[in-house]
């Protein structure tokens, strides 16, 4: 016959059992402070913004014209652009013409002018560089809106580049 069940020997399991139930509660309650700490974190990362830089080329057609495109704002986000480049394929590079730094919801045409209001900043020559940062007006870029930089005046059949180092937000 096998061992007996005492009322001691119930107590002592069912102590046990208590006492196993109380560590595993501990560690659900634990487990849920990380989860949420972990969230919080992930929540407090995406309303940094992330440093991007991007960089388009175009060749200039018959005119001496070319439109670069470099970025797309996504909906839900906000650039705001804090340097651009302008220039031939390397800054020793001699690129004849202008550009205009444009922020439009449509890439603009060379040949025609382009509307005031999405104009940002304009280049006299090339290669030309801009920063805006600190008391210098920043360039925001909002959803759906790109960065195009419109070079004329140009030589036909040079290519022509432009980089943009932007902040991305996450608009809430």
Do not use: H
């Not at 913004?49 to 906000?78: E, K």
């Not at 652009?81 to 730094?101: D, E, P």
């Not at 025609?112 to 090339?126: N, S």
């Not at 004329?152 to 608009?171: I, K, N, P």
Request: glycine share 8%.
């Amino acid at each position: 016959m096998g061992p007996s069940l005492t009322e001691s020997s119930l107590t002592m399991d069912l102590d046990i059992g208590i006492a196993a139930i109380a560590r595993l509660e501990d560690s659900v309650t634990e487990l849920t402070k990380v989860a949420a700490a972990q969230r919080d974190a992930l929540v407090a990362s995406s309303t940094r913004p992330r440093s991007i830089r991007s960089v388009g080329q175009a060749t200039a057609d018959a005119s001496g014209n070319a439109v670069i495109a470099l970025d797309m704002c996504s909906v839900g986000m906000q650039m705001v652009v804090r340097s651009i480049v302008i220039g031939g394929l390397t800054w020793a590079t001699t690129a004849a013409g202008s550009a205009v730094i444009v922020v439009a919801t449509s890439a603009p045409s060379p040949d025609l002018a382009v509307p005031l209001g999405q104009v940002r900043d304009y280049a006299t020559t090339l290669p030309w560089v801009a920063f805006y940062e600190g008391a210098a007006p920043l360039v925001p870029v909002n959803q759906s809106e790109s960065i195009y930089v419109v070079v004329t005046g140009g030589t036909s059949g040079q290519v022509y580049v432009a980089a943009a180092q932007y902040d991305l937000w996450q608009l809430r």
